[in-house]
């Protein structure tokens, strides 16, 4: 292959990445800006990427939300992955709780688009349940799980603790980020007291 083929080559390649990051951005930033739903129509006119070209780099609409999906997931690596630092238990709860008000704060418009559209989509239904199990593994890993706290608490306190609490208390009753979190926090507190916790180290 001559020089220029080379080139030409690498410049379309180039071309497509941005194109794909322009529209992954562009939806990324509808939804974080409460559209449920956005249209390919949307998305194109948002990137500045012409329509067909969207479909050239995606296949359909839920080949995007997958982009997208992915692409937040790196945005809550850190809080999310980071080995929380409190040892007494009431403080770690706590700390717990706000990683998560962290965490659900980014993710909040983007799983209230995926529970418009989960019921038709595969991968939005594997992605909660990916969540689901992140959480509920965090759970159990830092502060009690169905082993050391009776089975029906553990279930309330994983129910609580979850991103469709959350938003219940968001969207429904209207709290702010500060007053979800510190409801959700009481909440985990009584579950918790109702079960004779906390407990020493030795005895989680």
């Known amino acids: 292959m001559q020089v220029g083929a080379i080139k030409e080559t690498d410049g379309r390649r180039l071309r497509r990445e941005s194109s ?14 409460g559209t449920i739903q956005p249209r390919a ?7 500045g990427v012409g329509l067909r070209t969207v479909f050239r780099l995606f296949n359909d609409m839920e080949s995007l939300y997958r982009e997208m999906m ?10 999310r992955t980071a080995p ?3 040892t007494d238990p009431l403080r770690r709860l706590e700390e717990l709780v706000r990683r998560r008000a962290e965490i659900f704060q980014i993710i909040e418009p983007f799983q209230r688009s995926a529970l418009a559209l989960r019921h038709g989509s595969v ?4 992605d909660h349940a990916r969540l689901f199990g992140m959480l509920r593994k965090s ?4 502060i ?28 429904d009753q209207g709290l702010s980020p500060e007053q979800t979190t510190t409801a959700i926090l009481a909440a985990a507190r009584a579950i918790l007291a109702a079960g004779g916790w906390p407990r020493g180290q030795d005895d989680r």
């Open 20 to 33: 794909r990051r322009q529209v992954i951005a562009a939806m990324l930033d509808l939804v974080r800006e």
């Open 41 to 47: 129509e949307d998305v194109a006119l948002r990137s």
């Open 70 to 79: 992915i692409a937040l997931r790196g945005q809550i690596e850190t809080p």
């Open 84 to 86: 929380l630092t409190e």
């Open 123 to 126: 991968f939005l239904k594997e």
């Open 139 to 142: 759970l159990v890993l830092n």
């Open 144 to 171: 009690a799980g169905p082993d050391t706290l009776a089975p029906p608490l553990f279930e309330s306190l994983d129910a609580i603790m979850g991103i469709e609490f959350w938003l219940r208390l968001r969207d």
